[in-house]
């Protein structure tokens, strides 16, 4: 037998949809609302969700230079070459530089504006 007949013997392939009305059932019960509509708002998302995901692909494919670069990410790489970054994903935030002091690129607020700061330890309110 296969690992795929072991899998089905093991979990009833009904029990998924139990999972999946039980689910429904405390989406409708939190809401408030019908189990019709908790299943029609759910139908609805997983809907909206595949059409997004069409046009992301859609997106992709009819973007030539985008296909470019991914197909340059796919191909080979020879042994000690870096792959290319990923054209898909967010490139990376810049590191901080380790030698850079604490306060830089940091606003100060000056509060209210009326606080002198005079030499020495002496401050004072106008």
């Known amino acids: ?3 795929l007949d072991d899998l089905y013997r093991q979990q009833p392939a009904h029990e998924w949809v139990d999972a999946e009305q039980a689910a429904t059932q405390q989406t409708a019960e939190e809401l408030g609302i019908s189990f019709r509509q908790a299943e029609y708002e759910r139908a609805k ?5 595949r059409k997004a ?3 992301r692909v859609a997106a992709i494919v009819n973007d ?3 296909l470019r670069r991914l197909k340059d990410y796919w ?3 020879p042994l000690g ?3 290319p970054p990923n054209p898909l994903e967010a490139p990376a935030p810049p590191t901080p530089d380790p030698n850079r002091p604490p306060s ?3 606003t100060v607020s000056g509060g209210d504006g009326r606080t002198v700061w005079g030499a020495g330890s002496r401050a004072g309110r106008i």
């Open 104 to 106: 830089a690129g940091r």
């Open 45 to 49: 998302a997983a809907a909206e969700y």
């Open 53 to 55: 995901e069409q046009e």
């Open 1 to 3: 037998m296969s690992a």
């Open 64 to 66: 030539p230079v985008l």
């Open 75 to 77: 191909a080979p790489v």
């Open 81 to 83: 070459q870096q792959r």
